[in-house]
């Protein structure tokens, strides 16, 4: 009975990643899919069921690591974080090109080769002290005020927003929780993105968090979806 269990598990995991692979060819660029409903919207009527087991855990895709590199490369942060990997991979690194050579023919995973993960409109991913950002982000309100601006904000105990941004009707900020828990932003950051895209702003600037932990995968992420970075 265990063993006939066994090969039932591989068999349905074997269909789950076959499912997942093919939603990655046919809508590669958009932000990935977390919920049931995201999957019927991108995959629109070429299915004809979905089972939903509820949205994501993690909200992020996969960790995946090239083992047959010496050091060992993590060539897309994932769910599985480089600091646990480090406690059985010592030597394990994070991919760049500049060090680890360029990748862009023959790209050894998704992502590597294109703009990623984007969403309709144009991402800004905004960098700096907290201070910093905040008065960018007052400046850009008294430029933009007019202009449909989504805001991803993750700096909820740092980056005060003014009361006029809050109030505004053209203005959509999206509170992404905290950088002190990169778990909950990573969790929530393709659903912030397809949100924005749907309530039709023109524009999404995102807080960028510190790059450990799951901040590593958001921020490899964001930086996929960019238009720009801002450093400020």
Known sequence: TATLFFFFYLFIRRLQLYFFFSIEIMITGRPSPTTADHVLEDMQNRIKCIIDGGSCSIGLESTVIDVFRDPPLILRPGGVTLEQLQQYLPTIEVYQSDKHGDMIEKPATPGLKYRHYSPKAPVFLLKGSPHSMESYLEKLFKE?????????????????LPSTILSSNNWKVYNLGDEDNPAAVAHGLFVALRVLDKVGVDKIVIEAIEEKNEGLAVMNRIKKAATEIIYV
């Open 144 to 160: 933009q005020h007019n202009s449909k601006v989504g805001l991803v904000h993750t700096h909820l105990k740092t980056v005060h």
